[in-house]
């Protein structure tokens, strides 16, 4: 079985658990804190990031898009309908284009301050949250809601007709933006319609029931009618 060093509330590892979960692949967690910087996990990756899959005979496996590929290539898609990465160039080039938004730009402007103040920051002792980086961040993140709420108006998933990768990216980063509290959800317009639907897939259950010690999950996290 392969391991998975993960954070709970980290969102790219919440996409490899996803798309495992997904393609039916059982996998050992084990539970990472990587700004902790330790010396045995370092020697693993010394970006001190997550995820890292560890999946014998194959070198470890560094990194979000590293685990993507594996994934997709070694456990997926056999008994799924659709493949996550679409074989259609089109669906695929738009597929990549909103990971990248996902990965690179939702992740930079959104959740990485909010990990850093409400998280990090408590677990390293480091301060209180600072109330400007948290209004700042909010409102980047209304900005990506309206967005992404613009463009499930005129597609059934957020690449297209088909739920894809990119699907469960942004789902990953919502349902940690979710547990924290940070989304209105009644300002979400169809993104809350299409959250509701990947939210109800049984791959998602597990994330629902994560919880991280000191830091409580909001009220309706887990509730699929919220």
Known sequence: MPQLLHHK????????????AEYGIEVELVDTAPWRRDPDFLDINPAATVPVMLDEPFAP?????????????N??????????????????????????????????????????????????RSGAPDPAVL????????EHLAYFSWLLAT????????MTV?????????SVLDYMGDIDWARAGDAKDWYARIKSRPAFRPLLADRVVGMPAAPAYADLDF
């Open 9 to 20: 509330l980290d969102p790219n590892s919440r996409i490899i658990r996803l798309m495992l």
């Open 155 to 162: 597609r059934r998933w957020l690449a297209g007709e088909v």
């Open 166 to 174: 990119a699907d469960f990216a942004l789902a990953a980063h919502f």
């Open 61 to 73: 496996v560094v990194g979000v898009l590293a685990a993507i590929s594996h994934v997709e290539a």
């Open 75 to 124: 456990f997926g898609p056999e008994n799924h309908i659709e493949p996550l990465l679409p074989e259609h160039p089109g669906q695929r080039a738009e597929t990549w284009r909103l990971l990248e938004w996902v990965l690179l730009k939702l992740n930079a402007e959104v959740t990485t301050y909010l990990l850093e103040e409400k998280l990090i920051k408590r677990d390293l």
């Open 135 to 142: 209004r700042i961040a909010k409102a980047n993140l209304n």
